[in-house]
């Protein structure tokens, strides 16, 4: 089954404790991105990879990294996470990237 | 930064009603995408219009592209309590990405 795999499904945590938030897709798509849904603010773009090792920031990059060493996978790294960064996640795929975007089924973080 | 705005908010309707939402943008899009998205999940693609001008129907949804490609519009008629969720729309330009707006909260009451 084509899908897009995120873990964790909810975390909490604490302010300056680094997390890591994986995704996986099993569909051989190139473009991976991942977005945070806040209320009344729709999804926001935070990073963007057209290709492995090749990344690039979204509208809200700034507390945020990513990498992407493998095709398949394109983790959501927090080095030192805030309350701001309290959101949704959620990890998409696609090919070509305009293209039929595949999301995962997000991750709800909170960060106290 | 492209933005898209989207109209209603928020919608509650009866069971059977037709509604309209809309995605409007002052910003040309290459293509534009609506998604659904329910309670605890990620969004599903609805369709993707790419011509200016472009209609089309998907049972009774009904999705249409701007002449100018700058607006959208997503018509449902005889709403079904299955249509509950949240519309995205989404516009695509190459080098920009997509970029979404906020959403239509849409309820349908049976």
């Known amino acids: 089954e084509a899908q897009v795999t995120q873990n964790p499904r909810y975390l909490i945590t604490v302010t300056g404790k680094k997390l890591t938030v994986t995704c996986s897709q099993n569909?051989?798509?190139?473009?991976m991105s991942w977005y945070r849904q806040d209320p009344g603010l729709g999804l926001r773009q935070i990073y963007y990879?057209?290709?492995?090792?090749?990344?690039d920031k979204g509208d809200v990059p700034e507390g945020y990294k990513v990498s992407r060493k493998e095709k398949r996978n394109f983790p959501l790294i927090l080095e030192s996470p805030s309350p701001n960064q309290t959101s949704l996640y959620f990890c998409?795929?696609?090919?070509?990237?305009?293209?039929?975007?595949?999301f995962g089924e997000g991750s709800r973080l909170t960060v106290l | 930064t492209q933005l898209l705005e989207q109209s209603p908010q928020f919608l509650s309707i009866q069971e059977g009603e037709n509604l309209t939402v809309y995605c409007n943008s002052s910003?040309?899009?290459?293509?534009l995408q609506w998604y659904r998205q329910e309670p605890g999940e990620g969004p599903v693609l609805l369709v993707t219009?790419?011509?200016?001008?472009e209609v089309k129907k998907l049972k009774r949804l009904t999705f249409q592209f701007g002449d100018a490609r700058k607006d959208s519009s997503l018509h449902i008629t005889a709403a079904q309590t299955g249509d509950t969720g949240l519309y995205l729309c989404?516009?695509?330009?190459?080098?920009?990405?997509?970029?979404f707006g906020p959403g239509t909260r849409l309820s349908v009451l049976p």
């Open positions: 219009v790419v011509t200016g001008g």
């Open positions: 998409a795929s696609s090919f070509p990237p305009a293209g039929e975007l595949f």
């Open positions: 989404a516009g695509f330009s190459y080098g920009q990405n997509f970029v």
């Open positions: 990879s057209m290709n492995v090792e090749v990344t």
């Open positions: 569909m051989n798509h190139e473009y």
């Open positions: 910003s040309v899009f290459s293509s």
